[in-house]
């Protein structure tokens, strides 16, 4: 399939529909049931089953920490972060890091711990600074580039990459390093295609300028619970 924004509002429809008919929800009974455990383990971990602190690397409020590239998971839509463990743990997704952390996560702590963190509140993102071409970077984000049909990035992620729904993740104020290691990841193949297997195809068309300037571009927006409907 070719990426063609007039194409677009079609391949959304199809996506919702996929969506709604594979992925179950999150049932509230099971998160109640673990939501306690689930701000136990965010914040203290299970020493027992060598599961570190989340908190430990995300931060206390889920913030993240750009300087170590470890994403920033408070607001991010539940079952984003979800379909994200499920990944880590079973092979698809892999990291260094997290793989074997989410491997030692049973589903319901999977499901609660998303819960968890789409709840908590967004941070304030901290300022960032802007790469070294902000106009072209801020050009290629929100307008994409026709000639190679790459559509602008804040078709799908949303005003200033504050997020649509729970299936295009916010990219503002999340970390330039984590940004730009993801657009690499889909480049070298190393992380799962996600919803019809969008991100590769754009990844594909970036060059490391571009990733560089999109990553900072994105990092420097503020952050905003707005998530576009
Ligand atoms: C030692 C540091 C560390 C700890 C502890 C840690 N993480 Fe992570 N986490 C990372 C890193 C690094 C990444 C980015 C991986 C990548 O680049 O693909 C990540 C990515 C994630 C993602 C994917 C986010 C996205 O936007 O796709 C989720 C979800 C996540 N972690 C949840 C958790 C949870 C829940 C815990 C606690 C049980 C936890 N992490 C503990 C370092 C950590
Ligand atoms: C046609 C829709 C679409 C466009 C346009 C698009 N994305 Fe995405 N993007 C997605 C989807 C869907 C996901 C979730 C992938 C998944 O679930 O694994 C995503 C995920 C991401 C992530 C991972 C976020 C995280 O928390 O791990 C990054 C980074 C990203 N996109 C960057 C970009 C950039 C930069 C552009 C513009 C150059 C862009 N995207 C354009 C649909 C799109």
Known sequence: MLLRIDRYPAAWMLLGVCLATTAPGIRASDTRATATGAKAIAAQGDAQRGVPPCAGCHGAEGQGNGLAAFPRLAGLPARYLRQQLE?????????????????????????????YYSELPVPASSPQPAGSDPAAAAELAEHGRADDRLPACVLCHGRRGVGIGDDFPPLAGQSATYIANQLEAWKAGARPAGPMGLMPRIAAKLSESDIRGVSAYFAAQPATRDVQP
Do not use: W, Y
């Open 87 to 115: 990944t880590l743990a079973d092979g698809q997704r892999n990291s260094a890091v997290m793989s074997s952390i989410a491997k030692a996560l049973s589903p319901d702590e999977v499901s609660a711990l998303s819960a």
